[in-house]
């Protein structure tokens, strides 16, 4: 089951677009049209913390202002969760607060009905997506789940049998922009000198879910008139758990792996790996800085740039 896997990590932020208003329920798209503010809106990061014998999670939950939601959860094997992860869950979803209520012990609560859409670039079929009838508490900077495990009869399957528990396993607040973590969308960069014999660039990214095309075209004048080449990309990615930039944005980690490169068709045994940050703030997506330090590359997982800079626009 899904929600056991989940469980494990402490999260449960699976959504189903029935259950939200002015959400479509034939469309897995994210609206960012912000409504009204609500509880939960917001990034929040859990730590690095123990799951069991030699595993380790870090998760980050991002909820937006129409019922919209990212989950990215990262398993590792060793207690500090550095290094590159073992697995990581990236879901995409709704989700619908309830009644005001509150736990066993007295902690005010609020109803929250969920159910997945999207798990690792997969659209679940509609008649498939279950609803998770569940609680959330928010008391200043943290979050906690509700947990759905601990009554085999307060299992979240009806809304009879939602849980009074909580994980006791916060998460702590970030920041308002939840939706730094979507990503789909065509995004454009600005006309900019290249390393490339003192060439212009107008390089563009085309992401969907769990890929991304890259147009970068070559100029040989600083207003990008005068085309010279256009050296084409494409790559499959995976999204890492939460880590935080030098410049104080909250950046996560974005694994890239390249199967056609600046024109060229890679062989398996070539195609190209990059460990990279990413971040978007409104029209604005910021990549990793791989020029800032040379010792930050993206070349390996140790590698990872911690320096952002903006690439495109929306």
Known sequence: MIFNSLRVIGIYLLVSPLFVTGCSSDSDTIDDTITVDDYVTGIWTQNCISTG???????????????????????????????????TEHTTGNYLLGNDTSTASGTAAKEL???AGIINGISIPFSNREIKYSIVAVEGN????????????????????????????????INNNANAYYFSGVWVSSCAPNDFGGLFSIKSYSFSVGGVSI???????????QLQSNLLSSADYKLEAAS???????????NLTYRLYEGSTLAPSNYIDEYN????????????????????DGSTPDNRPTALKIEALR
Do not use: H, W
């Open 244 to 254: 935080i930039s030098s410049n104080e944005k909250p950046a996560i980690g974005i």
């Open 215 to 225: 147009s970068n075209k070559q100029y040989n004048d600083s207003a990008c008139t």
């Open 277 to 296: 940050i990413i971040y978007r703030d409104g029209n604005t997506l910021y990549l990793g800085d791989l020029d800032a330090d040379p010792a930050l």
């Open 113 to 115: 009905d969920t159910t």
């Open 53 to 87: 014998p030699n595993a380790y999670t870090t998760s980050v939950l991002a909820f937006n202002n129409t019922e919209q939601y990212v989950a990215i959860n990262s398993t590792y094997d060793n207690a500090g969760c550095a290094n590159a992860a073992l697995e």
């Open 142 to 173: 943290q979050l906690d789940r509700g947990d759905d495990l601990s009554d085999p009869v307060l299992d979240g399957s009806t809304p009879e049998k939602r849980t009074i528990t909580l994980l006791n396993s916060p998460y702590n607040f």
